[in-house]
């Protein structure tokens, strides 16, 4: 799952701002390539254990596995190299699936208030990092989150090919090559409506888990 999935699910379980974003933390730090780093604060260290809880579950999710093998076949035979096959099948899917979910009603304003409070002299302010120069990424972080705002785009294929050309720039094993991002144009439209079909079978385990209070 991608961020906003995660702040989705999570407030099927609870609704506190610092909850939801333990829920999205994690891959605000992967974006940032911040490794290693937690929270001393209670709720947002539950949000993060959630995280990972409800990544399992999806990541095991049958709908998920079999929709990404297909998008990965559909890739490679379109003439996509293995390694950017294998990353557009798994990521996109999970940005698509996003675009369903960001206009869920109470979202957008749950997604914003955690952004907003994960500002480094809020609850950021109970992070410990790992690395030096970590602490500076995150606030870069925070402030590109804060400029961003809700990420409606990924409702839009264009917007979502052109994401995953940023996020897999500059891994050579990964990276897009000119004709393969042109494949991703008629590629993600109907990756979308893939995504779209398959809605309830990709969320139903990890919601009915969270509405169980089965993980986090």
């Known amino acids: 799952m991608n961020f ?19 829920a999205m933390l994690p891959d605000f730090f992967g ?9 001393d604060n209670v709720d947002v260290a539950a949000g993060v254990a959630f995280h990972h ?34 990353a557009v099948a798994h990521v996109g899917l999970e940005l698509l699936l996003d675009g369903f979910l960001v206009d869920e009603p109470g979202l957008a304003e749950a997604y914003l208030a955690a952004v907003e409070a994960m500002a480094p002299t809020r609850l950021g302010s109970e992070l410990r990092f790992a690395r030096d120069g970590h602490r500076e990424r995150y606030a870069t972080l925070t402030a590109r989150l804060g400029r961003w705002g809700v990420p409606t785009g990924y409702g839009d294929p264009t917007a979502v090919r052109d994401r995953l050309v ?27 409506r893939a995504v779209g079909e398959s809605l309830e079978k990709l969320l139903g ?3 009915a888990a969270a509405e169980a209070a089965a993980i986090g």
């Open 31 to 39: 974006m940032a390539r911040i490794h290693g780093a937690r929270s």
């Open 166 to 192: 940023r996020i897999l720039e500059g891994r050579p094993r990964l990276a897009l090559g000119p004709s393969e991002v042109t494949t991703l144009d008629e590629f993600l439209p109907a990756a979308q």
């Open 4 to 22: 906003i999935a995660h702040a989705y699910v999570a407030r099927l379980r609870r609704t506190d701002t610092a909850y939801v974003l333990g």
């Open 53 to 86: 809880a409800t990544d399992e579950t999806f990541h095991r999710t049958p709908a998920f596995i079999t929709l990404q093998a297909a998008f990965f076949a559909e890739l490679q035979a379109s003439g996509v190299t293995r390694g950017p096959a294998r």
């Open 205 to 207: 385990p990890a919601r």
